[in-house]
């Protein structure tokens, strides 16, 4: 079983309290696009719909997925593409600086920051009790349903929080805070007992 | 516990307060940071003696939270010792620190000091470092650097109303120094961007100064210019990176890349895709070359997941050639022999372009944030403090913190003529030697003055020079 990458010392295994209510696993992810440009510009979401065949979320803070894709709100005019990785040379989700050229000459915009965070899924029935201990969201399901996102913060660090379903969140953050982040994870889920699952790609 | 005392007690239910709540407001009973767990009984004991009542029926205060006592180390929890504030760790860090370097704060984000070996102070390894990669080659983690990429038909134009040079004659393939300014004129931030792409650039900023150029950005974008098309986004993250200096980083780097740096193909002030070779395999990355040491020097950009690899590969290619990885110390020499400026240090909030002897890249022609205040008068008298270089005499150390003086023997308050900003041992040039900013500071050239720093007792005569101590003309740049 490989270690996992991001997660200090901490091996997969059952941590904590005896009975384990929560399971932790870093996920991977094999591309990671911020994607920028107006929905009210025809030529960018038919770029967006022929490059990605994906749906924009225009929502606030929500996400709509496809088999191989999730696009995350972040803001009126950006999102966050998350792809597992690209099985062919046909997918989509190759060559990027024809695409980026392709949504330039459209009035928007694609950053490659593939590598720019590291994602750890957190599943089980105390999963909202461990966030809460850190994340100022109210993460009732009325507030906060599954297929929403929000950037937020856990604990001191600023954090991309995106609930997949009732007990199933998946929080993203910057690579350079992985180690602090983990940490904080393992402390803040330790009185519930913990599973730590190897790390896995984005399914 | 508050300090209530018996008497205090007997004197409140003397004068009426006999209800307990009335007690509490009177005395402050209850309210330490026992929160009444041990006083209180004894005081509703003191007020029933007096009340003549069994204990029970003076009663007890409403109880509020924390009803058990708390102690203080349950509010910060694990926010003390390393979790006090988040860190920020390189690609790199555990190369760093297996080496045994020391790591020191850079904002959030540690970096090595320098890399001392066994019966090496810190000091000694610094020096060995700086000199390392002015005669053969060093290699320094500079991933902590801010960078934030734009993209859109309008990032030229953007450049050019936020950087005091011009934007709009910089080719596809080519880097070029920048400088920020304030809406008052003063200094904001310093670094390069390049032009990747037509409508792609990446800049560079002060690893300090990254969030407050990105937030400056945004609010000019949302605000002031919402009919420009650019679009941002800090890639910080995303890129791990190495600045390789010295007369044979050319060598080593041709080793491992795909693509041709000699000085003809890939002159000072270039960027470019490449492939590096790696212990992981090829990996993608972008190959810069520009200088903060004064060497000839690249950058290598790779994606953060590929760092440690590209790390090793380019020591790897590098071993033949007396490479060593340089810290925040040695980093600081070299740049101090160069006379390069930090913000923080040098531009310290109060200095302008001129002031730093930059004002050549204060572009007459076209206007950008900062230049219309840059008119005032107190910015253009001729009484400014301006950057200087000192060297120590007499084989003095130069003194920290030190002011400039022209005699050391003055009455107080002695007049202050400027102040050392940034100092340093210099291996290469074989003296202390400092930046520092002195009134009128490029008329005294030649001049020989003091610096002292009364609280440490110290005086040292100093040689006022310009603000550049190796290859004032910047040749090893394009060799």
């Not at chain 1, 979320?57 to 999730?70: G, K, R, W």
């Amino acid at each position: 079983m490989s270690k996992p990458k991001n997660t200090g010392t901490v091996l997969p295994g059952k941590n904590g309290a005896a009975t384990s209510r929560l399971t932790l696993q870093e996920v991977t992810f094999g591309v990671t696009w911020n994607l920028q440009g107006d929905v009210a510009n025809p030529a960018f979401l038919e770029e967006v719909r022929s490059s990605f065949d994906v749906t924009l979320p225009t929502a606030a803070n929500s996400v709509t997925e496809t088999p191989h894709a999730a696009v995350l709100w972040l803001g009126p005019k950006s999102w966050l593409l998350l792809v597992g990785g690209p099985e062919s040379r046909e997918s989509p989700w190759t060559n990027f600086p024809a695409k980026r050229d392709a949504l330039n000459s459209v009035g928007g915009a694609l950053f490659e920051v593939s590598a720019g965070r590291v994602a750890w899924r957190l599943a089980g029935p105390c999963v909202t009790t461990v966030l809460a201990s850190a994340c100022p969201l109210d993460l009732h399901p009325r507030e906060f349903p599954p297929g929403s996102c929000a950037q937020s913060l856990f604990g001191h660090i600023s954090t991309l929080l995106w609930r997949r379903a009732e007990d199933d969140f998946t929080l993203l953050a910057a690579r350079s805070f992985a180690h602090d982040i983990w940490s904080a994870l393992c402390a803040a889920s330790a009185q519930h007992g913990y599973e730590v699952l190897p790390p896995a790609p984005i399914g | 516990m508050t300090d209530v005392t018996a008497a205090d007690i007997r004197l409140a239910a003397r004068e009426g307060y006999q209800s307990v709540e009335h007690l509490k407001r009177y005395t402050t009973l209850g309210t330490g940071p026992d929160q009444g767990k041990t006083g209180n009984v004894l005081g509703l004991a003191l007020l029933a003696e007096h009340l003549a009542t069994p204990i029970p029926a003076v009663g007890t205060t409403t109880f509020r939270a924390p009803y058990s006592p708390v102690t203080l180390g349950v509010f910060p929890g694990h926010a003390v010792g390393a979790g006090l504030e988040p860190m920020r760790l390189t690609a790199m860090n555990d190369w760093h620190t297996g080496q045994g370097a020391r790591l020191i704060n850079t904002g959030l984000w540690k970096r090595p000091h320098s890399y001392p070996r066994a019966g090496e102070s810190e000091f000694q390894a610094a020096n060995r470092e700086a000199k390392n990669a002015r005669t053969r080659v060093g290699i320094v983690d500079v991933s902590t650097l801010g960078k934030i990429e734009l993209q859109g038909r309008d990032v030229a134009e953007f450049l050019n109303r936020i950087y005091t040079n011009r934007w709009d004659t910089l080719a596809v393939g080519r880097c070029r120094y920048g400088l920020m300014l304030r809406e008052d004129g003063i200094v904001l931030d310093d670094g390069t961007t390049s032009r990747l792409a037509a409508t792609h650039y990446l800049m560079t900023t002060t690893t300090v100064n990254a969030v407050k150029v990105m937030q400056q950005m945004e609010l000019l974008l949302q605000r002031d210019w919402p009919d420009l098309e650019v679009f941002l986004t800090s890639v910080t993250e995303q890129w791990a990176a190495a600045a390789v200096a010295g007369p044979h980083a050319r060598e080593v780097l041709q080793k491992v890349l795909d693509i041709d740096i000699s000085n003809a193909a890939f002159p000072f002030l270039c960027v470019g895709d490449c492939m590096l070779r790696t212990a992981n395999g090829q990996v993608q990355g972008r190959q810069f070359r520009m200088s903060f040491s004064g060497e000839n020097a690249y950058e290598i950009h790779v994606p953060a997941t590929h760092g440690l690899a590209m790390w090793t590969a380019v020591l790897a290619a590098g071993e033949a050639y007396g490479i060593m990885p340089y810290g925040t110390e040695a980093m600081g020499t070299l740049r101090i022999e160069k006379g390069h400026i930090v913000v923080g240090a040098e531009a310290d909030g109060r200095t302008t372009a001129g002031d730093l002897g930059m004002g050549q890249l204060v572009n007459g022609a076209k206007w950008c944030i900062g230049k219309p205040l840059l008119d005032r008068p107190a910015l253009r008298g001729a009484d400014r403090w301006q950057l200087v270089g000192l060297t120590a005499l007499d084989g003095s150390e130069m003194p920290r913190a030190a002011k400039v003086v022209a005699d050391p023997d003055a009455p107080a308050p002695n007049p202050m003529l400027g102040h050392v900003t940034s100092l340093c041992w210099s291996p290469n040039h074989e003296a202390w030697i400092a930046l520092g900013l002195l009134h009128n500071g490029r008329g005294r050239h030649g001049e020989t003055l003091w610096a002292v720093s009364p609280l440490a007792g110290a005086r040292v005569r100093v040689k006022v020079g310009p603000p550049c101590f190796i290859d004032p003309e910047g040749e090893r740049l394009r060799v």
